[in-house]
């Protein structure tokens, strides 16, 4: 069975500061893996994802993750935190064949000034 | 392009009554899937359609709801009997085909509903 765990459901930065936020997944087969941000009142957007090939994977807004085989982790971050990046983040994974898509509870970002 | 819409964007409705949320998904997306976010909380599968094979309604949490999906595109989940636990916000989500897995899924911005 898949799952995924994101540690910390709420972490707080100063602007400019490292984003770090946590995920670790269990499959019993090579993954997919996502992170979506979800603004207030909307949906979740993508903002990168892992398939095949190169393990740090880039994606909008300054973001990028990189997949580690051997610590099960796909952690997200961002050199320095806008003011604009405070939303909330979630880890997903999938595999080939699998149909659904398992969502972790979600990290809040708090951006202070 | 047209994203994933999503109607109505909110629903006030009284404590037993029957309501509907409305998917339009992108062209195209043989995927579609329904979630419900409770107030701060995460993502809980509902319901899942791909292409016209049978639907995994495994996450439907009790006979009330219902889905369906005509001609492979919009989507209707159907709550009977309304109770205030099934407030929350309700997601629709589309991709290409579902069983690869390497395909992101893309979200409305979801119907808010209030059960008085």
């Known amino acids: 069975a898949q799952s995924v765990t994101q540690l910390g459901s709420h972490v707080s930065v100063s602007e400019g500061a490292l984003v770090l936020l946590r995920c670790n997944y269990s499959s019993s087969v090579p993954p997919y893996l996502f992170w979506y941000v979800q603004y207030p009142n909307q949906g979740l957007q993508l903002l990168l994802k892992?398939?095949?090939?190169?393990?740090l994977v880039k994606g909008i807004n300054g973001f990028e993750a990189e997949f580690k085989k051997s610590e099960t982790s796909f952690h997200l971050t961002k050199p320095s935190a806008h003011m604009s990046d405070a939303a909330e983040y979630f880890c997903?994974?999938?595999?080939?064949?699998?149909?659904?898509?398992?969502f972790g509870a979600g990290t809040r970002l708090f951006v202070k000034a | 392009g047209a994203g994933v819409s999503q109607s109505p964007s909110n629903k006030v409705t009284e404590k037993g009554k029957d309501v509907e949320l409305r998917c339009d998904p992108i062209s195209g997306h043989t995927a579609l899937y329904w979630y419900r976010q409770s107030l701060g909380q995460g993502l809980e599968f509902l319901i899942y359609f791909q292409g016209n094979s049978a639907p995994d309604k495994s996450g439907l949490p009790s006979d009330r709801f219902s889905a369906e999906r005509t001609g492979g595109s919009v989507s209707t989940l159907t709550i009977q009997r309304t109770q205030q636990e099934d407030s929350a916000v309700y997601l629709c989500?589309?991709?290409?085909?579902?069983?690869?897995?390497?395909?992101?899924?893309?979200f409305g911005d979801g119907t808010r509903l209030s059960i008085l």
């Open positions: 997903a994974v999938s595999y080939t064949g699998g149909f659904k898509t398992i």
């Open positions: 989500a589309s991709s290409g085909d579902g069983g690869l897995g390497n395909q992101p899924q893309h």
């Open positions: 892992y398939t095949t090939g190169a393990t």
